[in-house]
């Protein structure tokens, strides 16, 4: 079956940093477009980072450009979400997920077939 397991994500303070990981397995994972996406109490789901199979040309929403980084390690069918200067902003339940067609130069899609278990990260002030 199709897996993704997000980890990482615990308390910080405002200016710290946390990495999270995101383990594949079940599928081609090399092949596949890998999304960060998170959702924080009273809003929406919204796509946080995106990695391309070909590692190029990730995507970052505006309010984590220059400070989150996102990776992955075909190697380990792992992709990760470095962090820093984290803010309270940032507090949300973290996820990873793909779909057969889903790309990160594509349309900011939610209901892709491949969900993980959400990581709750909490930024303190």
């Known amino acids: 079956e199709v897996q993704l397991q997000a980890s990482g994500g615990g308390f910080v303070q405002a200016g710290g940093s946390l990495r999270l990981s995101c383990a594949a397995s079940?599928?081609?994972?090399?092949?596949?477009?890998i999304g960060w996406f998170r959702q924080a109490p009273g809003k929406e789901r919204e796509t946080v980072s995106c990695?391309?199979?070909?590692?190029?040309?990730?995507y970052y929403t505006d309010s984590v450009k220059g400070r989150f980084t996102i990776s992955r390690d075909n190697a380990i069918n792992t992709v990760y979400l470095q962090m820093n200067s984290l803010s309270p902003e940032d507090t949300a339940v973290y996820y990873c997920?793909?779909?057969?067609?889903?790309?990160?130069?594509?349309?900011?899609?939610?209901?892709?077939?491949?969900w993980g278990q959400g990581t709750l990260v909490t930024v303190s002030s």
């Open positions: 990695v391309s199979a070909d590692d190029e040309d990730p």
């Open positions: 997920a793909t779909d057969t067609f889903y790309y990160c130069s594509g349309p900011k899609l939610y209901d892709l077939s491949h």
């Open positions: 079940g599928f081609a994972f090399e092949r596949f477009d």
